[in-house]
């Protein structure tokens, strides 16, 4: 699968697909501009950090490739 980099949308969904790893994607909400470009990540401890990092990773080193 394809994806846009510029688009929170695309790698929030990736990663909830593949990786079981809910980010919150903030286009259009208040305080945001609608570019598709601000995330919000919450993690609760090192386990769910190492998770994050590993799925981004993976998800944005083959899409450069």
Not at 22 to 39: E, N, R, S, V
């Amino acid at each position: 699968r394809q994806g846009n980099l510029d688009n929170t949308f695309w790698l929030a969904e990736r990663l909830l697909d593949e990786h079981r790893l809910l980010i919150k994607d903030l286009t259009g909400k208040k305080g945001f501009p609608a570019d598709g470009k601000y995330l919000r990540f919450a993690v609760r401890g090192t386990e769910d950090n190492d998770r994050l990092l590993v799925g981004m990773n993976r998800i944005l080193n083959g899409h450069l490739k």
